[in-house]
DNA sequence: TTGTCTGCAAACGTTTTGCACGACC
DNA sequence: GGTCGTGCAAAACGTTTGCAGACAA
């Protein structure tokens, strides 16, 4: 985890903090879930740390964010590359391992591609099984 | 036009225009552009009506709403499926034809897809030819 | 010590809401 | 006359900013 932060960032409390929370919860939080969770451990904490830890985190490639869902940024490691599934019953974001081998046509096309994002929308797994009852 | 507001809507001048604007301007405008361009012409028209009006195009599915901005939506005609790139250099929203064979393995896992959105982002060809001079 | 990070409060921009008025079947 | 759409103002919400004091290196 520390090893992380030798990338030249300062370790702080709060950045340990919310690395360790994306790390333990990969619900693809939003920064006030997150910020609302630890704030229980640590009350001093506040929504702009959150906001500057989760920007610094993002500007190093450590994490991402995802804008899945229209109202609010949700965030999420940068693993390795892999999409997200946003069901609209229950509102869970399931990642999706999915490779797509024409995307080199987009670069075909002269423009220079640095991020792709597949976001998927539909229901869930399980709550179509639970529809299925 | 008119032929498409035969599927249930009132026809009403401010429904009209929202959509002859989307038609005639392909630039994935947010609902704040459209405001200010149509209210040139129509003084009168408010914001609300154009949310309004984009809220039950989208429920009609009619037009979409891109969400490759993390701090606005755009809205889009849905044509026949398409995604979206986005320049971070100018800020230009391009659409791109791309098919992915492997989508269906998202089905496979038992997830009901309804909607697939492709967001690229990087630096789009204009401006990749502009830097190299 | 020095520059960076934190935390508070206030500001911001987009979108939503409540409500009265008006238009249309 | 009743339903649906419009437009205004105000509110809500997520996020950003300015700044003073605190902290890591």
Redesign the interface.
Known sequence: MEILKQNQLKITPQRLAVMKYLDENRTHPTADRIYTDLKEKNPSLSKTTVYNSLDTLQNHNIIQ?I????SE?RYDFKKSMHHH?L??RCGDI?D?E??????K??ID?????????????????KC??KQEK
């Open positions: 964010s804008t899945i869902s229209p940024l599934f069901c609209k399931i999706i999915l490779e797509c081998p024409n995307i046509k987009t096309q002269g423009h220079k591609v640095e991020e792709v994002h597949g976001y998927f929308k539909g229901i869930c797994k179509m099984e």
